[in-house]
Every structure is written in C-alpha cells, then in structure tokens.
T-cell receptor, first 113, second 115 residues
C-alpha cells in the first residue's frame, strides 16, 4: 500500500526566503507525482505534475523535482511572498491504482511580511 | 461559474441523521471522486466513479454510499451520520486519458459537522 509523507508539517518564514518542502513515498512504481495548493474555502489547485519519466517541472517561482528510486520529491519556492501562504499537498498516482491519488498530510506554509 | 460545485458548503447535523452531499461539474469529465480530509491526515478516497455505470469503493467507504445520477453529478450519502464523520469533504473530477498526465480538479469542499 502506497504511503506518502510530507515534512515539515508546518513552516513559517519571512518574506523573500527560498524554501523547500519535502515529500516521500514508499512505492516507486508510480505514474506521476503532483503538488497541490489548498486555500481555505477554495479547494485544491494543481501546481505541478511530474510524470514518472521526468525529473523536474517548473512553473514561475516553483520547481518540483522527482527521484523515483529514492521515493522523494521536493517543491522549491523561490523568493517567497505572503500570497504563498497556504497548505501544500503532495499526491502520488501509483502504478497499481490507476486514476486514484494517495495524498500526504500536507505542509502548512506561512510567509510573513 | 465554478467548474466543480459542491452543495451544501457547510452542514451541521445530529447523530443518526441521513445526509446527502452533492457534486456537479461542467468540465465534461467522465471520472469523479469523493474524498474526506481530517486534520493531520491529508485527503483519503471514499468512492470513485470512472463513468456512470462504474462505481468503486475507495480506502474508507464504510458508512458511506454514492450515486452517479449522470455524467455531471455524483452524490455522497451518509445513511446514519456519526460524530467521527465530521470532516471536510471534497469532490474531484478528471478526464479520461494517459495516466502519466492524469490530474484532478477539485470542488471547494463541504464542511460537515456531526453532533
């Protein structure tokens, strides 16, 4: 059974800092790994999707990497802003569970001015 | 208008009551999902449907049932609500396609409290 773990559970940083969120998963047979952002009252929004054959994806100030062999992914946020404050969730689509996502517990990020 | 809508957005009910949460989508996607989120536990899959006639149990289906009334509508029912079903419930959709690029689109969530 796939298990996804995110570290840290919460992170508070001053504006402008670069930061890294971590995600690990137990079964490396995956179709893809995704990072979502969750804002209160607004559901989840997909930020980045990394296919199993890819090593990283970038979107603006966000960069996500994937190391399947070690079961790890990182989400790098450059020059953080107060508007980045949200919960960030990592999710994996396993090779044995097509169409179904397994989520980590999330990292609550607070960026203060 | 939002692509994935959920009603109600908030609901407080009592133990033993029957509750239905509704999800509608205008994205034209075949696949729909119901998740619940508890503090510190991430999202867990309750039920999923790959088309109108294909409904499957997820990780935590006990105490829940679903109905796929049409491609655009997927309802979640709690036949007899209990306090540990207090949670944030999300509906999601996804299109048919390659697994490698398969992502899901989420509704805004329903906050359910069972007293």
């Amino acid at each position: 059974k796939q298990e996804v773990t995110q570290i840290p559970a919460a992170l508070s940083v001053p504006e402008g800092e670069n930061l890294v969120l971590n995600c690990s998963f137990t079964d490396s047979a995956i179709y893809n790994l995704q990072w979502f952002r969750q804002d209160p009252g607004k559901g989840l929004t997909s930020l980045l999707l990394i296919q199993s054959s890819q090593r990283e994806q970038t979107s603006g100030r966000l960069n996500a990497s994937l190391d399947k062999s070690s079961g790890r992914s990182t989400l790098y946020i450059a020059a953080s802003q107060p508007g980045d404050s949200a919960t960030y969730l990592c999710a994996v689509m396993s090779g044995t569970s097509y169409g179904k996502l397994t989520f980590g517990q999330g990292t609550i990020l607070t960026v203060h001015p | 208008d939002a692509d994935v809508t959920q009603t109600p957005r908030n609901r407080i009910t009592k133990t033993g009551k029957r509750i239905m949460l509704e999800c509608s989508q205008t994205k034209g996607h075949d696949r729909m999902y119901w998740y619940r989120q508890d503090p510190g536990l991430g999202l867990r899959l309750i039920y999923y449907s790959f088309d109108v006639k294909d409904i499957n149990k997820g990780e935590i289906s006990d105490g829940y049932s679903v109905s796929r009334q049409a491609q655009a509508k997927f309802s979640l029912s709690l036949e007899s609500a209990i306090p540990n079903q207090t949670a944030l419930y999300f509906c999601a959709t996804s299109p048919k396609g390659l697994a490698e690029v398969d992502t899901q689109y989420f509704g805004p969530g329903t906050r359910l409290t069972v007293l």
